[in-house]
């Protein structure tokens, strides 16, 4: 998909603040005069009204939901994927940065086509698909997805996000019920180090994921171990704990680093990193913690946490097998955290 430039259509999510436009989407909370960009570079000023140019996506294709990643909801579903340009952070190891980083330098040129709802749940629904925003920041699509949801709610399909989740409280709360689920980017375990990493604070990230869980969003975590940065032992127990608080279900993915970007100096993740991150998260009594791809078929299964039976098996990025019913293990027919236990549409 080519595009010449933005189109820009109106956007909710901001407030009248003196002769300013205030954005209450993310915590960087941009006062706009006329004519100006916030921060995301996806959302302007024109006139008394804020702008956003992210009804529109770089990318229109069908995975798998592993793919996103997503381990508890509805396993071998297929996911429509959006991907609107633009994002509140600038990670120094985004690997989507050619789209992500629209607007920051000149490696990301717009390339987003204009799309609408009606569009993407016709799609949808020629391809039996959950429907997913990923690869960039959902946040910044928001109007797109409440589109969306306010027309698919009845049949109970929702969107689900892989997401930042650096917004303000009050739109966690406003978006919350267009969200089936969402997979959050825990990046780092401290203030400075998340800093660092994306240019921006950690605290309401954490504050957004308490929000969700509180309003039944489905939530789901995954981390990049970045070699000396976010892979030493303490810090991986205060992310442990962090995602404990929202309870021990919460399944958390652990990544393999790649090198992109800025961090291209960097090696990717050591398997034994890996394997003994996995180690301290169950330490910390976290049912669920997979590593997709670097300690094989094991760090990929689901089992049950009652039984330990293996429940769902799974390639890199797709399922091979999956023996829950009913959102139970069929063994001894504990439920399963997660989003089994209705027919996706």
């Keep these: 998909m080519n595009a010449v430039s933005p189109v820009w259509r109106p956007a909710a999510f901001y407030k009248t603040s003196g002769s300013r436009l205030e954005c209450w989407l993310c915590p960087f909370a941009c006062a706009l005069n006329e004519g100006d960009t916030g921060r995301c570079q996806v959302r302007r000023r024109r006139g008394d009204i804020v702008e956003t140019a992210t009804m529109a996506t770089s990318v229109f294709h069908v995975q798998p939901i592993e793919r996103k990643p997503f ?11 959006l991907a609107a340009p633009g994002c509140t952070f600038s990670c120094s190891y985004c690997q989507n940065f050619t789209i992500s980083q629209f ?34 920041e959902p946040i910044l699509a928001a109007e797109l997805c409440l589109d969306i949801a306010s027309r698919v709610r009845d049949s109970g399909a929702g969107c689900v996000w892989k997401t930042n989740a650096f917004l303000t409280p009050a739109a966690a709360k406003t978006l919350a019920p267009a969200l089936l689920a969402v997979n959050v980017d825990l990046k780092a375990a401290t203030e400075a180090a998340h800093e660092k990493l994306t240019a921006a604070p950690l605290a309401p990230v954490l504050e957004a994921l308490s929000i969700w869980k509180s309003l039944g969003v489905w939530i789901e975590i995954s981390t990049p171990l970045i070699p000396g940065i976010n892979d030493d032992e303490a810090s991986l127990r205060v992310m442990a704990r962090h995602i404990h608080a929202l309870g021990p279900e919460t399944p958390w993915h652990l990544l393999r680093f790649h ?17 003994r991150a996995r180690e301290i998260a169950l330490e910390q009594g976290l049912y669920y913690v997979y590593v997709e791809r670097a300690l094989g078929e094991e ?18 990025g797709a399922l ?16 399963v955290e997660g989003v089994f236990e209705r027919e996706a549409k």
């Design 259 to 275: 090198p992109d970007y800025r961090l291209q100096h960097l090696d990717p993740t050591h398997p034994t990193k890996l394997r």
């Design 103 to 136: 607007g920051r330098i000149e490696d990301a040129p717009w390339s987003a086509k204009p799309v609408s709802a009606d569009d993407v749940i016709q799609k949808a629904s020629e391809t039996d698909s959950l429907i997913a925003f990923s690869y960039t």
């Design 320 to 335: 091979s097998e999956n023996r829950i019913l009913r959102g139970k293990c069929p063994q001894c027919s504990r439920t």
């Design 71 to 81: 381990y508890h909801v509805f396993p071998g579903k297929s996911a429509l994927t």
């Design 299 to 316: 760090g990929r299964a689901t089992a049950c946490f009652g039984c330990q039976t293996t429940l769902i098996k799974r390639e890199i």
